[in-house]
């Protein structure tokens, strides 16, 4: 009997809103919502901390304009477009003569034995170096924050783009030798498939490192820009502001990332597998895990 | 006999290739120093970026003063110990991470976030919450590091066998017992894995927050040189600094080998 009225009970069902939150976005969405939390608690607990309404309170003042502690509000716009366009020329450069020295090092073994022990010391040497070297060559200005980027970006994407030249198999190669498949066929249909990945991850590098690089240089090099705007806050011992610009820069480089990058990425890979949801989330774990394979960053 | 005079040709090619190698290298270092003088000499001036030589020189003053290990050593004692703070919190999240698709997708975005974040911003929240003092740069490193270490720890997790899983359940073997015998060895050698792929990154942070607020170690020495205008002193720490770098992770490579050395059949490649 009762193992009558336990057949026929209905399957277990969750609720609705239980089942919301379980799922991938309930997830997301509470982890937020406990960072928030976790936030307000810390700046209940260290003072120098602001909360999460205040610095949003500030981030909202200095976007929109008016008037606060007698410092004139409303340059967001300004120092933005003093800063985009420094990080545009910067990663471009950088992007082109990195992709130009991998293909080299990744190609021709001698230049490989040239430059890789020179590379390494270019990627062990941190932005900040370039930010102070760069100040001392041109001053204050456009330059110092430009050439920081350049300096400090191209190794890593040199670095992917090598590893992405080599990692097209010998075989594929050797038969192309064989069957008398022309130069440029070749570049089209075996190397340019197999690199794009690294290409890829070197570019969200370059990003990611030239994005700090542009910042370090703002910040001891620029009267104006983003980092210079931080500055001037830390300067004037206003953690709120220090904290603000903090988080505007990191919702830079994630709106960079998912209304740019990964648009690009996914029409790039659009002949391999159809990206669904879960396909993402794995996408950008499968990026740091490059990111942390990458000898040394 | 046609065998042997082969093998001659072989190890000879092989000598060869070698050689051109050896050549490279050196060719490549002495195309770097020689370029650097050149730019120093002739393209900027010696003020703006002093030559290999008096980079030496610098060097060489700072080696004899004598103090310049313990700036290094505090800012070896900040790394690892953010690292601690790092392997800490970063395992727990990776075993949830690896273990279940809620956690997954929980610290997914905390995770790919925390790794992309500019290195300025975490030297930032170390002064904000610590000041200027020694916890600053062990919350930085342990900030930067953490998404690395809990990544492969989940990476760890999903390569562990679940045929050993399921055995030591049908064997009766308590969850206590499969956390210490299977869960646990499979995982370190990702969790150190974790910890030296970050290094460099940690590492370089770590002397970033040190510029910005420090009263000792190496980046509060680059600070110190750049307010002093003193290039060469800039470039001589910076070096030493990158020469350490280069040093210690190769001793954590062999350290790795040799920790883990019972899983050599996993790293044929």
């Keep these: 009997m009762s ?27 509470t982890s937020y919502v406990v960072f928030i939390i976790g936030w307000q608690l810390l700046a209940m607990l260290v003072e120098r901390v602001p909360g999460p309404w205040e610095t949003l309170d500030f981030i909202w003042r200095e976007v929109s304009g008016g008037d606060l502690g007698g410092v004139r509000r409303g340059q967001f716009l300004e120092h933005f477009g003093a800063t985009v366009p420094r990080f545009a020329i910067g990663l471009t450069t950088s992007f082109v003569v990195g992709t130009v020295v991998g293909i080299a090092i990744g190609s021709v073994s001698f230049v490989r034995a040239l430059l890789s022990d020179v590379l390494l010391v270019f990627l062990a040497l941190p932005a900040i170096i ?101 500055r001037l806050w830390y300067d004037a011992a206003r953690y709120r502001g220090f904290i603000g610009w903090a988080i505007i820069f990191i919702v830079f480089i994630f709106l960079l990332d998912g209304l740019v990058l990964s648009p690009i990425q996914k029409r790039a890979f659009r002949w391999r597998k159809s990206a669904s949801d879960e396909v993402d989330l794995e996408h950008g774990l499968a990026d740091m895990e490059a990111i942390a394979k990458t000898p040394f960053l | 006999m046609a065998e042997a005079a082969t093998l001659e040709g072989t190890s000879r090619r092989l000598a060869g290739a070698r050689l051109r190698r050896a050549s490279g290298v050196v060719l490549g270092w002495g195309a770097f120093v020689g370029l650097w003088a050149f730019t120093s000499s002739v393209i900027l001036t010696e003020f703006t970026l002093p030559g290999p030589l008096k980079v030496w020189d610098a060097i060489w003053v700072i080696v004899t003063a004598g103090s310049w290990a313990d700036d290094f050593l505090i ?90 899983l399921k055995m030591s359940k049908a064997f009766g073997r308590s969850e206590r017992q499969s956390l210490r015998h299977i869960l646990i060895p499979s995982i370190l050698p990702f969790a150190f894995a974790g910890v030296r792929l970050s290094f460099a990154i940690a590492w370089k942070v770590e002397a970033l927050t040190e510029v910005f607020g420090s009263s000792n170690g190496v980046g509060f020495q680059i600070r110190f040189a750049f307010q002093g205008f003193s290039i060469p002193r800039v470039l001589a720490w910076t070096l030493m600094f990158i020469a350490l770098l280069l040093l210690i992770e190769r001793a954590l490579a062999v350290l790795e080998r040799w920790l883990f050395r019972w899983r050599t059949w996993e790293q044929e490649e």
Excluded: C
């Design chain 1, 130 to 230: 370039w930010a102070f070297l760069t100040v001392m060559w041109y001053g204050l200005g456009w330059e110092a924050p430009v050439y920081t980027v350049i300096l400090s970006a191209t190794p890593f994407v040199a670095v992917n783009v090598a590893q992405g030249v080599r990692a097209v198999s010998p075989e594929l190669h050797r038969m192309s030798d064989a069957f008398g498949v022309p130069r440029n066929r070749r570049l089209r249909s075996l190397m340019l498939p197999a690199v794009t990945g690294y290409l890829f991850t070197g570019l969200r590098f370059a990003v990611i490192i030239g994005w700090n690089a542009v910042l370090l240089a703002e910040w001891f090099g620029a009267t104006d820009g983003v980092g210079w705007r931080a």
């Design chain 2, 75 to 164: 800012s070896i004692s900040k790394t690892f110990m953010g690292f601690a703070i790092a392997v800490l919190i970063g395992t727990p999240i990776g075993y949830l991470m690896g273990r279940a698709g809620y956690w997954k997708a929980f610290f997914h975005d905390g995770v790919v976030g925390a790794g992309s974040v500019p290195g300025i911003v975490y030297a930032m929240m170390a002064l904000v919450i610590f000041g200027i003092g020694y916890l600053g740069p062990v919350l930085a490193v342990g900030l930067i590091s953490m998404p690395f270490i809990a990544l492969n720890v989940a990476e760890g997790l999903e390569g562990v066998d679940t045929d050993l």
């Design chain 1, 3 to 29: 193992v009558a009225t336990r057949l026929n009970r209905p399957p277990f069902k969750r609720s609705p809103v239980g089942r919301a939150l379980t799922s991938q976005w309930g997830a997301r969405l």
